[in-house]
């Protein structure tokens, strides 16, 4: 049984920093790339950022999160960070850590973290 | 707005069909798998259609999807009650290195 697991959602000032930390058990972790994904409150999904399996050449990132965010992986705890940096009002939203996969039918999702970025 | 263009409502009566469009480019949908996706508010969005028209396990098989060109479709047949949900397509666009998913297409079940 899959299981992906966010953590690290909070509420912080505009400016500020966050950690979102993403566990994943019941697959072998270090086969798979990980994407966040995050949806403001009423809106769309918005593919945030991708890691490859090997952790190599760092991470894409959309255009809304380059140069803020820094997506991470650490084998041994198998898991995955997006450490953000310089939120702002428009970085609220559902933070989804994902395995995904569009050719091959991978899809584990997590149930979400909430990141509130208000003074 | 989304770089993959869908239509924002779509509705129909209960046991007809509905047509679910999402237009993209040569370096997205034209050279990429397309994914669809449903999602009933407050909940995890659900893979629905992978490799443009693959059916996961468990996906009722009238829930189809097809690729031309730079356009992908998601055909719903025998809509239900149930069938009320936001559907979004996805896949990669490999000129800007990025995931994509649609704008999202409100399916309105009379």
């Known amino acids: 049984q899959v299981q992906v697991v966010e953590s690290g959602g909070g509420v912080v000032q505009p400016g500020g920093s966050l950690r979102l930390s993403c566990a994943a058990s019941?697959?072998?972790?270090?086969?798979?790339?990980m994407h966040w994904v995050r949806q403001a409150p009423g809106k769309g999904l918005e593919w945030v950022a991708f890691?490859?399996?090997?952790?190599?050449?760092?991470?894409l990132y959309a255009d809304s999160a380059k140069g803020r965010f820094t997506i991470s992986r650490d084998e041994s705890k198998k898991t995955v960070y997006l450490q953000m940096n310089s939120l702002g009002p428009d970085d609220t939203a559902v933070y989804y850590c994902?395995?995904?996969?569009w050719g091959g039918g991978l899809d584990y999702w997590g149930q979400g973290t909430l990141v509130a970025v208000s003074s | 707005q989304s770089v993959l263009t869908q239509p924002p409502s779509v509705s129909a009566a209960p046991g007809q069909k509905v047509t679910i469009s999402c237009s993209g480019s040569?370096?997205?949908?034209?050279?990429?798998?397309v994914a669809w996706y449903q999602q009933v508010p407050g909940t995890v969005p659900k893979l629905l259609i992978y490799?443009?028209?693959k059916r996961p396990s468990g996906i009722p098989d009238r829930f189809s999807g097809s690729k031309s060109g730079t356009s992908a479709t998601l055909d719903i047949t025998g809509l239900q009650t149930g069938d009320e949900a936001v559907y979004y397509c996805?896949?990669?666009?490999?000129?800007?290195?990025?995931?994509?998913f649609g704008g999202g297409t409100k399916l309105t079940v009379l």
């Open positions: 040569y370096s997205n949908i034209g050279n990429n798998f």
């Open positions: 019941g697959l072998t972790f270090s086969s798979y790339g």
């Open positions: 890691i490859r399996f090997d952790g190599k050449n760092g991470g």
């Open positions: 994902a395995s995904l996969d």
């Open positions: 996805a896949t990669w666009d490999f000129g800007l290195s990025v995931g994509m």
């Open positions: 490799d443009n028209n």
